[in-house]
Nanobody, 115 residues
């Protein structure tokens, strides 16, 4: 098992940037896949970005070129750098870890993009 705690959300103006962090309760070296999902009001939760233990990454088309996922194994933390934010990025962002086919989720952090 693993507990995940997100941080870094907040209110930002269109065109701005935020960096989300996801701190894991144990080493992430052996966690196959870690990722960020988001859920906007009235919409289903969607994958934003994911990173494998080998460092391969995958992004939703809507965030390619603007968001970057990374992991710091020494700090047991996964990051999501979000640039050029727009109002459509407003959502609760959740950290996810896949461990032996089981999904673990953080509590979520709110990101609001508004002027």
């Amino acid at each position: 098992q693993v507990q995940l705690v997100e941080s870094g959300g907040g209110l930002v103006q269109p065109g701005g940037s935020l960096r989300l962090s996801c701190a894991a309760s144990r080493s992430i070296l052996s966690i196959n896949i870690m990722g960020w999902y988001r859920q906007a009001p009235g919409k289903e939760r969607e994958l934003v970005a994911a990173i494998t233990s080998g460092g391969s990454t995958n992004y939703a088309d809507s965030v390619k070129g603007r968001f970057t996922i990374s992991r710091d194994n020494a700090k047991n933390t996964v990051y999501l750098q979000m640039n050029t934010l727009n109002p459509e990025d407003t959502a609760v962002y959740y950290c996810n870890a896949v461990v032996r086919s089981a999904n673990f989720w953080g509590q979520g952090t709110q990101v609001t993009v508004s002027s």
